[in-house]
């Protein structure tokens, strides 16, 4: 996805190092609706989207991007047993967001013309967040 100078697509491309050249790559599923400044991070056999923005909407949806199948799954991230009522990140635009084998992180980014400076944690398997307190 990305911004040109007149409209705002996304679209899901491929690098071939062999080659030195990008292609399209088809998914069959619902695409995120076309935004900009949203995260991207790998964990495990998928990468996953949060967030972004477009215009003045803001948006705190995951997509999981399954890479072997090629398939988009809209998550509806489930809240642990014990969690308070905010059980995902707000909705935010560039932000900070990696992956390992089983998880996916989310830090600080934009609210509008807030600063944000939380940190989360998505479980990969269970599709649970959870907000990391950090002492400073």
């Known amino acids: 996805g990305g911004v040109t100078r007149d409209y705002v697509e996304f679209a899901v491309h491929a ?16 695409l995120p609706q076309p935004r900009v400044g949203f995260g991207l991070a790998l964990c495990g056999p998928s990468a996953y989207v949060f967030g972004g923005s477009r215009d003045n909407a803001f948006f705190n949806d995951t997509f999981e991007f399954k890479l072997e199948t090629k398939q988009i799954v809209p998550l509806g ?18 932000h900070a967001m990696c992956g390992d084998s089983d998880r996916v992180y989310v830090y600080g980014g934009y609210f509008k013309n807030q600063v944000l400076g ?19």
């Open 15 to 30: 690098f071939d190092p062999a080659a030195q050249s990008w292609s399209p790559v088809a998914f069959e599923g619902k």
């Open 77 to 94: 991230v489930k809240k642990p047993a014990a969690a308070p009522p905010s059980h995902a990140p707000s909705k935010r635009y560039g």
């Open 118 to 136: 939380d940190l989360w944690v998505m479980d990969g398997i269970g599709r649970t967040w959870k907000e990391i307190t950090v002492n400073q």
